[in-house]
């Protein structure tokens, strides 16, 4: 039986990927990186340090810096980002968002938020969305990012739930993946080739419909 939701934030909720997608491409560019059409994808989901890695390997100068030196290149990274980010307002929630968590506390529904960002209760306050979550996951609790499960898990954790018991949403594929890894059913928000391990997938955020997606549910073996 269907008692909580898991949301990504990026690309979810709101889309701030696309403020961190030009804070790294930013700092891409004061390094000499030329960063390839297909980053944008493959940066979506990743957690801080992992989306520096990427960006350095790109231009191969992975092993150029310290690891103090990576930390005070991704600390810059996310000043420019969390400038960007004070700018955001109800009018920055994607659509269709509103109405599902409305649904959601409707059905008795519990809610968490899954993602990599450090930034999310700050979002989610810009947003006036802080308080319709029971929980956040705290990324510098674990030890492993996306496409590893663990923060799936843990968000069903907080909420006291089991894997057959949660519907988690996400636009990335490492997402989608950490989430099947989890056991959970999986909505992906997207391109269906791109996030065809996902037991459902929807072009956009003003498709999803809770009434549809729990008789999806309903009618899908989790596992």
Same mark, same amino acid.
């Given at each position: ?7 990504? !934030? %990026? ?14 491409? &930013? ?34 100068? @992975? ?6 030196? =990576?930390?005070?290149?991704?600390? *810059? ?46 979002? !989610?306050?810009?947003?006036? !969305?802080?308080?319709?979550? %029971?929980?956040? /996951? ?7 990012? =996306?496409?590893?499960? @663990? ?30 890894? &989890? =056991?959970?059913?999986? /909505?992906?928000?997207? %391109? ?8 459902? /997938? ?17 009618? *899908?073996? /989790?596992?």
């Amino acid at each position: 039986m269907l008692k909580g939701l898991i949301f990504d !934030l %990026d690309g979810v909720i709101t889309d701030s990927a696309r403020y961190h997608l030009a804070a790294w491409n &930013a700092l891409a560019e004061e390094l000499g990186i030329k960063l390839p059409a297909k980053a944008s994808d493959e940066l979506r989901g990743l957690a801080r340090m992992d989306s520096l890695e990427l960006i350095l390997r790109y231009g191969h100068q @992975e092993n150029k810096y310290s690891l103090a030196e =990576k930390e005070a290149l991704a600390a *810059k990274k996310n000043m420019a980002y969390q400038q960007a980010i004070k700018k955001m307002t109800q009018a920055d929630i994607l659509p269709g968002i509103s109405e599902l968590l409305e649904q959601a506390k409707t059905n008795g529904l519990k809610m968490a938020i899954a993602s990599a960002s450090m930034n999310a209760p700050t979002i !989610l306050k810009q947003l006036g !969305l802080l308080k319709e979550f %029971d929980a956040i /996951v705290d990324p510098k609790t674990l030890s492993h990012g =996306k496409p590893n499960p @663990e923060i799936y898990q843990k968000a069903q954790a907080i909420l006291g739930l089991k894997a057959d018991e949660v519907i988690s949403f996400e636009d990335a594929a490492s997402g989608v993946a950490a989430i099947k890894a &989890a =056991k959970q059913f999986a /909505v992906g928000i997207g %391109d269906s080739q791109v996030l065809g391990q996902a037991d459902l /997938v929807v072009s956009d955020t003003s498709q999803l419909d809770l009434a549809k997606i729990i008789a999806t549910f309903n009618s *899908k073996k /989790v596992g």
